[in-house]
């Protein structure tokens, strides 16, 4: 196991260019360049200057105009957005010979347009339409990302319970074990995995009553990679971890032996909180 550490972990939100000066000189090498509003050049030659392993998630390099990707949208002029948007991410990737990109499943319904997600539950989707658009472009994702030998990885979604209605997930696709192995089965590829978010997994597991070690039970042979953090069960807190965090656990017990990045996705008051977080979790799998 490798942990890595991503840029979106700080609150103080400085420009990326600082943050990845910052982590070269405390000799961070291993980092997940995430969600970002904005970078330039002067970042890339840092990038290619310096010996740090990455991994690139969702919304890297960041488009000029902000917007909510989409990959089950039913809004034409969105899944083009949001197509061309992974295609640019994984360009990246090949570029910089970076080997794996992950990003967020789709949504039976467009977000609102304040690019908070907030969803207006009216007319959604069914099941069956919604997915079949979105995998029709991860079959188009994949294809693309196999000819620039880059692995992909779907991140599983969260569903808080305010988000129910009537009991049930209407809007979130990729939020059980089932979706990700219908998914697999239908698109079969050594390239297409899953990234494996143990907090949304939380909370999901816990809107929706199921067995979130089952989920992980039935998924952990494709798991690509897996992000670290923790909350309370109900809402996405990304908190960081502590000593007798199940996830914790849940990594010492299916992946301890497994060569994938263990990305630390929660959020810090500074630089100082995440070493010292960063330190528990290597010496948690050291005494396992």
């Known amino acids: 196991m490798s942990l890595y550490i991503s840029t979106s972990c700080l609150k103080q939100k400085m420009d990326l260019l600082r943050t990845l000066n910052l982590f070269k000189r405390l000799n961070l090498r291993n980092v997940e ?16 200057r310096n010996n740090f392993n990455l991994v690139i998630h969702h919304y890297f ?9 989409n990959l089950a949208s039913q809004n034409k002029e969105i899944l083009k957005k949001s197509i061309h948007q992974i295609k640019k991410s994984i360009d990246f990737c090949c570029n910089l010979n970076i080997g ?5 499943a789709g949504f039976r319904i467009d977000p609102n347009i304040n690019l908070k997600f907030d969803f207006i539950k009216d007319n959604i989707l069914n099941y069956e339409s919604s997915y079949k658009v979105f995998k029709e472009l991860i079959k188009i994702i994949t294809e ?20 129910l209605i009537n009991g049930g ?7 059980e074990a089932w979706e990700f192995e219908r998914l697999f089965k239908e698109v079969p590829s050594k390239n297409l995995g899953a990234l494996l978010d143990l907090g949304h997994l939380k909370v999901s597991s816990n809107s929706l009553n199921f067995d979130k070690y089952k989920f992980i039970e039935k998924l952990k042979n494709k798991v690509f990679e897996i992000h670290l953090h923790e909350n309370n069960g109900i809402i996405d807190q990304h908190l960081g971890l502590k ?13 301890r032996n497994k ?6 996705e929660s959020k810090y008051s500074d630089i100082k909180e995440l070493i010292n977080n960063k330190n528990l979790i290597e010496k948690s799998f050291k005494n396992e």
């Not at 995430?34 to 290619?48: H, Y």
């Not at 196999?146 to 305010?162: C, L, R």
């Open 33 to 48: 360049l995430g969600v970002w509003e904005k970078w330039d050049k002067s970042c890339l030659d840092l990038l290619k």
């Open 61 to 69: 390099p960041p488009p000029k105009k902000p917007f909510i990707i």
């Open 100 to 104: 794996l990109f992950s990003f967020h």
């Open 144 to 163: 693309y990302a196999e000819q620039k030998n880059v692995k992909i990885a779907i991140e599983n979604n969260v569903i808080t319970k305010d988000n």
């Open 169 to 175: 997930n209407t809007i979130f696709l990729m939020v």
């Open 243 to 255: 000593k007798n965090s199940w996830c914790l656990k849940a990594i010492n017990k299916y992946f």
């Open 259 to 264: 060569k994938i990045p263990l990305i630390i």
